[in-house]
């Protein structure tokens, strides 16, 4: 099993600015394609943005392009994702997810799940 444990989530202002971290535990943190997840109250889970093992491709909803940059340390068993420009719309809880190689864009696809960290963004 892969444990992964997000934080950074918080209460923020419209237009401001969070980074989350998702923090892996293994040695095989490298071999794993990582995302990101969000779920708000009374909607499905939602791809957020995902990266590939190695780090130098990454994938964006459109929803996100443009304000989140997703990026990771392999030499920290480290995910992280920088929310920048953040919206109300942007109010859910975040999930950190793990698969085997390579990355996916459905929720479906991923093996491991972190807790989840509340991301909430006033007007």
């Known amino acids: 099993q892969v444990q992964l444990v997000e934080s950074g989530g918080g209460l923020v202002q419209a237009g401001g600015s969070l980074r989350l971290s998702c923090a892996a535990s293994g040695r095989t943190f490298s071999s794993y394609g990582m995302a990101w997840f969000r779920q708000a109250p009374g909607k499905e889970r939602e791809f957020v943005a995902a990266?590939?093992?190695?780090?130098?491709?990454?994938y964006y909803a459109d929803s996100v392009k443009g304000r989140f940059t997703i990026s990771r340390d392999n030499t920290k068993n480290t995910v992280y994702l920088q929310m920048n420009s953040l919206r109300p719309e942007d109010t859910a809880v975040y999930y950190c997810?793990?698969?085997?190689?390579?990355?996916?864009?459905?929720?479906?696809?991923?093996?491991?799940w972190g807790q989840g960290t509340q991301v909430t963004v006033s007007s």
């Open positions: 990266i590939i093992r190695s780090g130098y491709s990454t």
């Open positions: 997810a793990a698969r085997p190689g390579p990355v996916a864009g459905v929720s479906t696809e991923y093996d491991y």
